[in-house]
């Protein structure tokens, strides 16, 4: 298993109804060195972005009081299967 240490060569993917607070939190990435940088206005938009067979992020930086439980329910049956001992790659939450 490969272990990262540089924040820069990360797949970012960050969920906010809030185009103020992902914007920002976009360009904090970027002006870090992140150049793989995805944003989801909604839960819907982010299934839908993860669902497109692109790469799957390997962080997600999600506002848990978005309307709607579409992401949420995804976010914990991702959770739900790492304790169930599924071992395909899940992206890190914040």
Known sequence: MVIKT??????????DDD???S???????HKV???KVDIAENGEV???????GKQMPEIIICDLSMPG????T???????GLQCGITE??????
């Open 74 to 80: 995804w976010c914990n049956g991702r959770k739900a």
């Open 46 to 52: 982010a299934l839908a972005h993860i669902g497109a």
């Open 19 to 21: 185009a103020f607070m």
């Open 23 to 29: 914007t920002l939190i976009a360009d904090m990435l």
């Open 6 to 15: 540089d924040i820069t060569s990360y797949h970012y993917l960050v969920v």
């Open 89 to 94: 790659k899940l992206p890190n939450f914040l």
């Open 69 to 72: 439980e579409a992401f949420l």
């Open 33 to 35: 060195g992140a150049d």
